[in-house]
T-cell receptor
């Protein structure tokens, strides 16, 4: 158990509304990641963080922003949700100090945009 | 661009019937090859990390191996509880950015 929680676990929202997903970890890990998982595409990296206020884009970052004001929380925001952002979102952490180690995943958030 | 391809997409086995899953990767500067298990409705669960060609790791009925272009996940005498989606991922850049394959759905029938 990597001590990762995600909230909410399920959310249905309407197109055009803002949505924020939260990832919380309890063990002061430096590196945190947001992925989305879709049939036919597998897991794809959205954004990642390598410290408080230090974030960078992944391969599918358009339409998403992130913030990390505390070590334990990494927030993913959809400024104006679209139907193409319907997906399962996973947060992950790594225990390593350089980031080049295995990642451990949270339970996921299922987001439906109608 | 890093690429990871898994085959087959789906595999059905009878209990006790051993087999292998394949993960082919193209990465500039491999920093690790990772195997995960994912059950429906849950997050991926870490299984193994392999760092260099020739390396092998085992856990219960699973054994992962690595060559310069491929990794295999061997399942010996599988049981129904081994049914899951198995994912592999390559780490080829800094900050731990992983490239995932699309997974192999394994079903083991009693």
């Amino acid at each position: 158990d990597a001590g990762i929680t995600q909230s909410p676990r399920h959310k249905v929202t309407e197109t055009g509304t803002p949505v924020t997903l939260r990832c919380h970890q309890t063990e002061n890990h430096r590196y945190m990641y947001w992925y989305r998982q879709d049939p036919g595409h597998g897991l794809r990296l959205i954004h990642y963080s390598y410290g408080v206020k230090d974030t960078d884009k992944g391969e599918v970052s358009d339409g998403y922003s992130v913030s990390r004001s505390k070590t334990e929380d990494f927030l993913l925001t959809l400024e104006s949700a679209t139907s193409s952002q319907t997906s399962v979102y996973f947060c992950a952490i790594t225990f390593g100090t350089s980031g080049n180690y295995e990642q451990y995943f949270g339970p996921g958030t299922r987001l439906t945009v109608t | 661009e890093d690429q990871v391809t898994q085959s087959p997409e789906a595999l059905r086995l009878q209990e006790g019937e051993s087999s292998s899953l394949n993960c082919s990767y193209t990465v500039s500067g491999l920093r690790g090859l990772f195997w995960y298990r994912q059950d429906p409705g849950k997050g991926p669960e870490f299984l193994f990390t392999l760092y260099s060609a020739g390396e092998e790791k085992e856990k219960e009925r699973l054994k992962a191996t690595l060559t310069k272009k491929e990794s295999f996940l061997h399942i010996t005498a599988p049981k129904p509880e081994d049914s899951a989606t198995y994912l592999c991922a390559s780490g080829g850049t800094s900050y731990g950015k992983l490239t995932f394959g699309q997974g192999t759905i394994l079903t083991v029938h009693p």
